[in-house]
């Protein structure tokens, strides 16, 4: 059974560096095809992407984000990090994490997602 | 910003039939396959369809998926009220290095 959760801060204040931990079990990032995905939300708004790391190590970022995002990975703890530096009120979302299946093609998807965090950017 | 555009919003009584469209260009949906997500209010996205017109299990047979050239749409028939959420198209797009994208995402409404 494939289970992901994000923990972290729930309020930064501006300018400050948000990271979060995406812990997931049920699946290996060393199989071939997986990858671990960050995906936020605005309050009302629509889904954006921000970050894929894969089972190669190979790492994608949302080019309007790339030089404030940062995504590493532990593996003897089994998680994905995700680092947003210089953070601004309009960075307030809640964050997914989700697992990219070993079956994907060209475009890849998710088919498991974490709960999900609310992180509120706020001085 | 989206580079997938679909419509904000788009309704039907029980049992008839929905359709939502995804437009994007050659460097997304025209290169790329295109998935769907459903988003209840307060939870997290589900996978409703993969690779096109795939349907994980789980999910009836009265929702169906299908792209042409560079532009995708989700069709859910039989509409019932558990299908009132967001849906959202999505595709792998090849330009700048590469980097995934949601749509703009369309409210269903069971009237």
């Known amino acids: 059974q494939i289970t992901l959760k994000e923990s972290g801060p729930t309020v930064v204040k501006p300018t400050q560096t948000l990271t979060l931990t995406c812990t997931f079990s049920?699946?290996?990032?060393?199989?071939?095809?997986?990858?671990v995905g960050w995906i936020r939300q605005p309050p009302g708004k629509a889904l954006e992407w921000l970050a894929f790391?894969?089972?190669?190590?190979?790492?994608r970022s949302s080019p309007s984000l790339k030089t404030r995002l940062t995504v590493t990975r532990d593996t003897s703890k089994n998680q994905v990090v995700l680092t947003l530096t210089d953070m601004d009120p309009v960075d307030t979302a809640t964050y997914y994490c989700?697992?990219?299946?070993?079956?994907?093609?060209?475009?890849?998807?998710?088919?498991?997602w974490g709960q999900g965090i609310l992180v509120t950017v706020s001085s | 910003q989206s580079v997938l555009t679909q419509p904000p919003s788009a309704s039907g009584t029980p049992g008839q039939r929905v359709t939502i469209s995804c437009s994007g260009s050659n460097s997304n949906i025209g290169s790329n396959t295109v998935n769907w997500y459903q988003q209840l209010p307060g939870t997290a996205p589900k996978l409703l369809i993969y690779?096109?017109?795939q349907r994980p299990s789980g999910v009836p047979d009265r929702v169906s998926g299908s792209k042409s050239g560079t532009s995708a749409s989700l069709a859910i028939s039989g509409l019932q009220s558990e299908d009132e959420a967001d849906y959202y198209c999505a595709a792998w797009d090849d330009s700048l290095n590469g980097f995934y994208v949601f749509g703009t995402g369309t409210k269903v409404t069971v009237l």
């Open positions: 049920g699946f290996s990032l060393s199989t071939s095809g997986v990858g």
């Open positions: 690779s096109n017109n």
């Open positions: 790391f894969y089972w190669d190590d190979d790492k």
């Open positions: 989700a697992h990219r299946s070993e079956y994907s093609d060209s475009s890849g998807f998710f088919d498991y």
